[in-house]
Each structure stands twice: as C-alpha cells, then as structure tokens.
C-alpha cells in the first residue's frame, strides 16, 4: 500500500474543524518545545509537505504568535528574510532538508511522515549544537491510526536510535 502524505495534508486542509485543531496542536508543540524554553536567538523549523500547507500554517502561526517572525520558505521565497532572519520557519523537506542551516536552531519539528532514510537523516540533521549548551529538540508527528505513519515511525526510530541524545513518547492529549 503507498502512502501520499500530500493527500493526508489535503484532508486535513479539506475540513475547517481538522485544519484547525492540526494546527493548533502545532502551535501548542511550537509553545511548549520552543517558546516557552528558547534563549536569544534560538530558532525553531516545521517541515511539511505541502507548499499550501506551509502558507497556511505559518499564516496562522503568525497570529497566534504575533511577537515572533514567522515565515514560510518554500520555492521562490527569498532565503535570508524568509528562511535566516526568522523565528520560526515553515517549509518542506525538498525545499530546507538537506545542505540548509538554520542558524540557532532549538526546535525542529517534522510534521510530515517520511520513509526515506536520506530524509530523515536530512531533517534530523538540520538540528545542530547550540552555541548556548541547550539541547535542540526534534520532534515529528505521528499518527496512530494510519498504518503507514506507524511503519514510517518504527522504521526512524530504528535508524536513529544511535544517534539521538534520548527519546520521548508524548501523545496528542498531553500536549493540548
């Protein structure tokens, strides 16, 4: 069976009540696992997989979060304002994956489900040493109810068990 995390994004964004407690859940995980914790200059990423759902995700951000930069970085947007001089950028793993540092980056949050061994080293590897000896996070979304994610999951967590600092299940409900 193939999965097209695209379709998953365009359900969400189909369904005004979904879209909004998606995004919200984002925006509770950007609070917890960045805001509420950052330094001066620490960064947060959210990848998608979708340009509109990055456009659309970062515009809603932008509101929740008025005080911080919030930017979409997909093809065509400029790299230093859009991607460098944001707090907080929304973009996908095609666009920022790989050969792309976000400078400071504490958060890095991957809310598309990926397969490729490649990918995940990419998006895992954007998250960097902090200059400030804080420990960036890396988050990523699951979604239990969706046999392929649940693969996906399994299979990350495998490739990466020797190379992540510790690991943490969290569940929907504990963070909203």
């Known amino acids: 069976t193939r999965y097209s995390h ?10 005004a009540k979904m879209r909004e407690n998606y995004y919200r859940m984002i925006s509770r995980l950007l ?31 932008s509101k ?11 093809e065509g947007d400029d790299y230093e304002e859009n991607f460098i001089d944001s707090d907080v950028v929304v973009t996908t793993v095609g666009k920022s994956g790989a050969a792309v540092d976000k400078p400071g980056l504490r958060t890095n949050i991957r809310a598309v489900a990926i397969r490729s061994t490649t990918s995940i080293y ?20 699951v979604c239990t109810d969706i046999p392929k994610q649940v693969d996906y999951h399994n299979h990350m967590i495998k490739i990466l068990q020797d190379t992540a600092l510790d690991y943490r299940h969290r569940m929907h409900d504990e963070i909203i």
């Open 6 to 15: 695209h379709v998953f994004e365009r359900s969400i964004m189909a369904n």
């Open 122 to 141: 990419q998006v895992f590897g954007r998250t960097r040493e902090l200059k400030s000896g804080n420990t960036p996070r890396f988050i990523y979304l």
């Open 31 to 61: 609070k917890v696992d960045y805001i509420d914790i950052k330094d001066p200059g620490e960064t947060a990423i959210i990848f998608c997989a979708s340009i509109k759902m990055c456009t659309q995700l970062s515009e809603y951000l």
């Open 64 to 74: 929740q979060y008025p005080d911080l930069k919030v930017k979409r970085y997909v």
